[in-house]
C-alpha cells in the first residue's frame, strides 16, 4: 500500500513537470575551440538566444526547445565523433558543424541516421551529394557566385577581370563557378591566379595582375591572405575595382590590412549591419546578452533554430522523420516568424535562395551599399 | 618589361631581409658551430614582443628599442647560455635537434599566450610611391632594401675594419691560437649572438608589416633563410647575403613565370643542384674539418 502511495506521488510529480520531460532536444557540435573557436563560439551563442526567446514564449507547439553543447575542437575527426555520439542520444535535429570540411565528414551519419542537420558550411560540394537530410543556414558558392559575376559584369562593367583564388576545395569551388558566370555573361578572365593557403608573398601574384590591366579584380581567399593581397595591391599601385565575398571585407581583413581594404567590395549572405529592422533587433539583443557584436555566424546559429520552429508549427507535431521532407521547398516569411529575420527558401537540396547584401569598406567600416533581392 | 622591374624591386626588398636571416645562420654557425632550426622563429617573435609592449602602452617608437633590446636579452644572451652552452658539449647534432625542439617550443608559446590569429603591425615605412627610372617603386620595399643594405654594410665593416671584428673573426677561425694571442673568445662568440639576435629583431620588424605577426610565420623565413646561407656558401657573411637576395629575387620570378603552385619548389630545386655542383655554396670556401 505505502510503496503504491510513493509510485503514486512519483508519477504525479512526473505528470507536473511533464513540460521538462517533453523537451524538443537539439543536439549542438561546433567549433568551441581550435582554430574556429569565433566561428563556433558565435553560432552557439546563437543557438542559446533563440532557445531562450522561444522558451520565453512557450516553446514549440508548447514544448520547450532544449540544447546540448558539444566541442569539436576545429577538427574533422574530432566532429565525427561527437556528432556519432549527439545522434546516439536521437536528437530532434542536429545543428552544425561550421567549418565546411567537418560537415563533409559528419554528414552522412545523420543521413544514416535519418536525422535532419542544419549547419553553417558553405563550400559548394555539401549539398551537390545527393544527401537529404542537409540544410544550410547560409548560401552555398553556387548561390553566392552567380550574384558575384552578375555585379561584375552589370555593375562595375568590367569587361576584364582577374580573379585571384586560393588552391584549396573552398577556393577552387568558388572559383570555378565564378569563373563560369563571369564566361556566360561576356565578361572575359585576362589573369586566373591561384595562390596557395597560408601565402605569405604576393609581389608576384600583384604584379601579374597589374600586367594584365584588367576592369576588375575577384579576390577569394582566406581572411589572412586577403589582408596581405590588399596591402601589396595597395602596394604596388593597383587603381582596378576589388570584388570578393565575406572573406575580402570582414572585419578581421579589415583590422589586418588597415586602410588597404579601403573599398573594397564584397558580396555578403548575412551581416549584422543588414538595413533589415530584424536583423538590427537581432544585433542588439545579441550584444546585450553577451556583450560583444556578433558575426554572420552568430546569425547562422540563431536561424538554425528558428528553422526548426518554423517548420516544426508546419508539420504540427514533432516528427523527426518527416522534419526533412517538410522543409525542402519551404519559404519561411519573416512576417510569419520575425525570428527568421528575412524571407527564406530551401531548396530540394537543402540550399537557401535570400536576399544578400553589397558590402563596401569606407573609411575602415562595411558599408552596405546594395540589397541584392532573392534570386526566385 | 616592368612587370619584370617591379619584380626585381620586390624580390630585391624580400631577399634583403632573407639575407640578414641568413647572416645570422652563418655567423652562428662560424663562431660556434651551431645550426640554428628556430631562427625563422627568431624572426617572429621579436614582433610578438614588439606588439606586447604596445599592449601595456608604449608607442611604436618605444616598443620597437624595447623588442630589439628583449630580443637581444632573450635570443641572443638567454639563448647562449641556457641552451647552446649546455648542449654544445654534447655535439653538433645534439644541438641542432635541441635547436629544433626551440623552434616547436616558441610558436606554441606564442599561439598559446598571445593568439592563433594573425595581428596586424605597423610599418615604420610609409606607404606611398616614388618614381625610379619611370617606375612607381613603393617607399616599402625602399626601405627594406636601404635598412637591409645599411644592416649588412655595417656588419661588414665591424668585422673587416675593426679590431673587435678581426677578434671575431680570429676566434672564429682558429679558436686555439686567438686565445693564445690573447683574444677573449667566449666573449667574441656571445657577441656573435647578440648580433645575430639583433639581425633577426630587425628582419622581424621589416617583414612582420608584409607577412603580418602570426605564429607560423617563422617557418617560410626559417627555411628560406637556410636554403640562402647554404647556396651562398653557410661559412661566408658576403655568400649568406648574396644567397637571400638570389633566393628572393628567385622565389618572386618562379611565382611568375612558373607559377605560384611550385614557387617553393624552384628554391628547392636551386638548392639540390648547388650541393651537387658546388657544395661549398657559391661563394663559400671548401672546408677541411678533422673527424
Do not use: C
Not at chain 1, 218 to 244: C, D, H
Not at chain 2, 54 to 63: E, I, S, Y
Amino acid at each position: 500500500m505505502k510503496s503504491t502511495l510513493v509510485v503514486g506521488a512519483l508519477l504525479t510529480v512526473m505528470t507536473a513537470t511533464g513540460a521538462f520531460a517533453q523537451a524538443i532536444k537539439l543536439a549542438n557540435v561546433a567549433e568551441l575551440s581550435g582554430g574556429g573557436a569565433t566561428v563556433g563560439t558565435n553560432w552557439k551563442n546563437g543557438i542559446d538566444l533563440a532557445i531562450e526567446e522561444i522558451n520565453a514564449k512557450g516553446g514549440v507547439l508548447g514544448r520547450k526547445l532544449e540544447v546540448s553543447h558539444a566541442d569539436s575542437q576545429s577538427n574533422p575527426g574530432v566532429a565525427r565523433a561527437q556528432v556519432q555520439k549527439a545522434l546516439d542520444a536521437e536528437p530532434y535535429v542536429l545543428l552544425g558543424p561550421g567549418y565546411s570540411g567537418s560537415v563533409k565528414v559528419t554528414a552522412p551519419l545523420a543521413a544514416e541516421a535519418g536525422i535532419a542537420q542544419i549547419m553553417g558550411g558553405e563550400a559548394a560540394e555539401l549539398t551537390q551529394t545527393g544527401n537529404k537530410f542537409l540544410f544550410r543556414t547560409s548560401f552555398g558558392q553556387q548561390s553566392s557566385m552567380p550574384k558575384v559575376a552578375k555585379y561584375i559584369h552589370d555593375e562595375m562593367k568590367a569587361k576584364t577581370v582577374a580573379v585571384v583564388w586560393v588552391n584549396n576545395d573552398f577556393g577552387r569551388g568558388g572559383r570555378d563557378v565564378v569563373v563560369k558566370e563571369l564566361d556566360r555573361l561576356g565578361s572575359k578572365v585576362v589573369a586566373d591566379l591561384s595562390t596557395e593557403a597560408g601565402q605569405a608573398d604576393f609581389a608576384a601574384d600583384v604584379g601579374k595582375i597589374k600586367a594584365a590591366n584588367p576592369d576588375a579584380v575577384f579576390v577569394y581567399l582566406n581572411e589572412e591572405e586577403s589582408a596581405r593581397i590588399l596591402k601589396e595591391l595597395k602596394r604596388q599601385g593597383v587603381t582596378a575595382p576589388l570584388m570578393g565575398e565575406t572573406t575580402l571585407i570582414g572585419q578581421k581583413v579589415i583590422e589586418l590590412a588597415g586602410d588597404a581594404a579601403n573599398g573594397a567590395r564584397g558580396h555578403v549572405g548575412l551581416t549584422t549591419d543588414a538595413p533589415v529592422d530584424l536583423v538590427k533587433a537581432f544585433r542588439e539583443k545579441f550584444s546585450k546578452k553577451y556583450n560583444y557584436v556578433p558575426d554572420h555566424n552568430g546569425l547562422k546559429g540563431y536561424l538554425a533554430v528558428y528553422m526548426v520552429k518554423a517548420t516544426t508549427e508546419k508539420m504540427g507535431k514533432v516528427d523527426p522523420k518527416k522534419f526533412a521532407d517538410t522543409l525542402h521547398g519551404l519559404t519561411i516569411k519573416a512576417a510569419d516568424e520575425p525570428g527568421i529575420l528575412m524571407d527564406v527558401t530551401f531548396s530540394d537540396t537543402g540550399d537557401i535562395d535570400r536576399q544578400s547584401f553589397l558590402v563596401e569598406v569606407v573609411e575602415g567600416k562595411q558599408v552596405v551599399k546594395q540589397v541584392l533581392p532573392k534570386v526566385k | 618589361m616592368s612587370n619584370l622591374f617591379d619584380l626585381l624591386v620586390a624580390g630585391f626588398a624580400t631577399g634583403a631581409i632573407y639575407a640578414l636571416v641568413a647572416v645570422g645562420f652563418t655567423l652562428l654557425w662560424q663562431t660556434s658551430q651551431t645550426i640554428n632550426f628556430a631562427q625563422g622563429e627568431f624572426v617572429m617573435l621579436p614582433a610578438f614582443l614588439m606588439l606586447a609592449t604596445m599592449h601595456v602602452g608604449a608607442p611604436f617608437w618605444l616598443a620597437i628599442i624595447l623588442g630589439i633590446l628583449l630580443s637581444i636579452i632573450l635570443l641572443g644572451l638567454a639563448f647562449k647560455m641556457l641552451l647552446v652552452d649546455p648542449m654544445m658539449r654534447h655535439g653538433v647534432l645534439p644541438l641542432a635537434i635541441a635547436t629544433m625542439a626551440l623552434a616547436i617550443g616558441i610558436k606554441e608559446s606564442v599561439k598559446q599566450f598571445y593568439s592563433a590569429e594573425a595581428s596586424p603591425f605597423p610599418s615604420i615605412v610609409p606607404t606611398g610611391d616614388v618614381s625610379i627610372l619611370g617606375h612607381a617603386v613603393s617607399l616599402q620595399s625602399i626601405g627594406v632594401l636601404a635598412v637591409a643594405i645599411l644592416a649588412v654594410l655595417g656588419l661588414t665593416t665591424l668585422l673587416s675594419r675593426t679590431s673587435l671584428g678581426h677578434q671575431m673573426q680570429a676566434a672564429a677561425q682558429n679558436p686555439t691560437v686567438a686565445r693564445i694571442i690573447g683574444v677573449p673568445v667566449e666573449r667574441m662568440i656571445l657577441l656573435t649572438f647578440l648580433i645575430n639576435a639583433f639581425l633577426v629583431a630587425l628582419a622581424s620588424l621589416l617583414i612582420t608589416p608584409i607577412y603580418l605577426a602570426k605564429f607560423s610565420s617563422g617557418e617560410v623565413l626559417g627555411q628560406a633563410a637556410f636554403i640562402a646561407a647554404i647556396v651562398g656558401g653557410f661559412n661566408q657573411v658576403r655568400g649568406a647575403i648574396a644567397g637571400g637576395l638570389l633566393i628572393g629575387v628567385l622565389d618572386n620570378l618562379a611565382a611568375a613565370y612558373v607559377s605560384t603552385q611550385y614557387r617553393a619548389a624552384v628554391p628547392m630545386l636551386f638548392l639540390i643542384a648547388v650541393i651537387l655542383f658546388r657544395p661549398q655554396g657559391l661563394l663559400g670556401r671548401a672546408e677541411e674539418r678533422t673527424v
